[in-house]
């Protein structure tokens, strides 16, 4: 085992150091992040970082080869890749459920291993929302499901309601998007804890704002996170990091940061 320094400072034991982690998943966003520039980043947050998501329709945008270096040096450093659910939509909307199948199996022979499925531009019903994770799980993926609006405010009973929908259809995880999470540039606490007594929140990714979200500022996305560490402690899955927020986000986890210490346990010598 490699050694680290300051190994005297203990680190909190209820945060989940080694992976494969079953709770406090870090999801990571991938804009295009050049292949050097993502094995660069790798070799620092690897450790800090379980899944990464190609946003949007990016992954049609690369040489097949590039895209399938990406996926295997994620892999390798035992990041899992998906795909962002806003592809999938532009596909279900173009082509429909048969398209949808192709695109699920096009996914699973470049290499990979789960895709989301969301409703953030083109709304979905039960049914449909049903039909499409068991469609993908049919054709060999896991499913990461999406609930919640970026531009309407939903209840947290039809937040629970959709999660649900999902896991039953065998979704593995849902992330809750975080448009809803936040009201006036603050954590929205009683939809929050809402969904903390209706859902078990292990299998919950709590995803964070970004600039596509009008009016959102940086320190709004902070204390997000910051609130998200302290209502549910070091091990909660939060989700749409960059790659220059892992290391931070880290620190933040094991109170390294400005989430901690809270009080003096030994008088100053």
């Known amino acids: 085992m490699k050694r680290q320094p300051f190994a005297m400072v203990p680190l909190p034991a209820d945060r ?38 190609f946003v949007v329709g990016t992954a049609r945008l690369y040489d097949e080869d590039y895209l399938l ?70 054709c060999g993926l896991d499913v990461h499901g999406e609930v919640g609006s970026k531009s309407d405010e939903t209840t947290a009973k039809m937040l629970i309601a959709q999660a649900n929908e999902c896991f039953e259809a065998g979704a593995e995880l849902v992330l809750i998007e975080g448009a809803e ?45 910051k609130f998200y560490i302290d209502e549910f402690g070091p091990d909660v899955n939060i989700a749409n990091l960059m790659p220059d927020q892992i290391w931070e986000t880290e620190a933040l986890r094991t109170g390294l940061s400005v989430a901690g210490p809270t009080e003096m346990a030994v008088a100053a010598q």
């Open 16 to 53: 989940s150091t080694r992976k494969p982690r079953r709770k406090g998943l870090t999801m990571m966003m991938d804009w295009g992040l050049p292949v050097n520039a993502q094995r660069d980043w790798l070799q620092l947050i690897a450790p800090y970082v379980d899944l990464a998501k």
């Open 69 to 138: 270096e990406k996926i295997a040096l994620y892999k390798a450093h035992d990041v899992h890749p998906f795909i962002g659910g806003q592809f999938l939509e532009y596909v279900y909307a173009t082509q429909g459920m048969q398209g949808a199948r192709r695109y699920f199996q096009e996914a699973k022979r470049l290499g990979f291993d789960a895709i989301e499925v969301t409703d953030n531009c083109l709304p979905l019903d039960t049914a449909a929302r049903q039909t499409l994770i068991r469609v993908a799980v049919d």
């Open 181 to 225: 999470l936040l009201i006036d540039g603050a954590p929205n606490r009683p939809l929050i804890a809402a969904l903390r007594d209706g859902l078990d929140v292990t299998k919950i990714i709590f995803e964070l704002i970004g600039p596509w979200i009008p009016g959102t500022h940086h320190c709004d996305v902070y204390a997000l996170k």
